[in-house]
């Protein structure tokens, strides 16, 4: 059974920064691109980001370019979303998601961010 | 590549018909292989999304045949054929045609 499990949400300050993590299990991470949706309060799902399934190609939405980046390490089975410079704008629900076939069709639980002083 | 969806909101009886539409701003019909970049999904509290259609209308394994997709280039429709209790969720549709995907802002279904 394919397993997604987000970490390292929490309460972070304006300005902060977080790690978020998924561990992927159950079938060959190495092989799918990688993607980071993120659903603010009572709002509506946002693409975050995705990242190819070596890790050569990033790609990020206009609100988080320049402040979050992506990465993977495929020897741990497992994805990476670096927040920097967090505004109460990135209180979110961040799920991590993967496309196995041809979009995105598995999806872990979610990991709750929330800015605020 | 923005989504729009309407209605935002539906009500409708059990046993009844549901269609939720979707307006993308460009095409999404890729000639070279004649596919349409689009999926719907549909999310219930506290749940994470859950893929039901594909390619516009290809329908993912395991999701009843009640539930259908239609449409191509930039509008595009999702049909419920006979309403059932559990279908009562959230609907987005998402473009995966540019490299910045983007979903449609959603549709809440209700029963009457």
């Known amino acids: 059974e394919v397993q997604l499990v987000e970490s390292g949400g929490g309460l972070v300050q304006p300005g902060g920064s977080l790690r978020l993590s998924c561990g992927v299990s159950?079938?060959?991470?190495?092989?799918?691109?990688m993607t980071w949706v993120r659903q603010a309060p009572g709002k509506g799902l946002e693409w975050v980001a995705n990242i190819k399934y070596d890790g050569s190609e990033e790609n990020y939405v206009d609100s988080v370019k320049g402040r979050f980046t992506i990465s993977r390490d495929n020897a741990k089975n497992s994805l990476y979303l670096q927040m920097n410079n967090l505004g109460v704008e990135d209180t979110a629900v961040y799920y991590c998601?993967?496309?196995?076939?041809?979009?995105?069709?598995?999806w872990g639980q979610g990991t709750q961010v929330t800015v605020s002083s | 590549i923005v989504m729009t969806q309407s209605p935002d909101s539906l009500t409708v009886s059990l046993g009844e018909r549901a269609t939720i539409n979707c307006k993308s701003s460009?095409?999404?019909?890729?000639?070279?292989?004649?596919?349409?970049?689009l999926a719907w999904y549909q999310q219930k509290p506290g749940q994470p999304p859950k893929l039901l259609i594909y390619?516009?209308?290809t329908r993912e394994s395991g999701v009843p045949d009640r539930f259908s997709g239609s449409g191509s280039e930039t509008d595009f429709t999702l049909t419920i054929s006979s309403l059932q209790a559990e279908d009562v969720a959230l609907y987005y549709c998402?473009?995966?045609?540019?490299?910045?995907?983007?979903f449609g802002q959603g549709t809440k279904l209700e029963i009457e």
């Open positions: 998601a993967m496309t196995t076939m041809v979009t995105l069709d598995k």
């Open positions: 390619w516009a209308s």
């Open positions: 159950g079938l060959i991470f190495s092989r799918f691109w």
């Open positions: 998402l473009q995966y045609f540019g490299t910045i995907k983007t």
């Open positions: 460009n095409s999404l019909l890729y000639n070279s292989n004649n596919k349409n970049y």
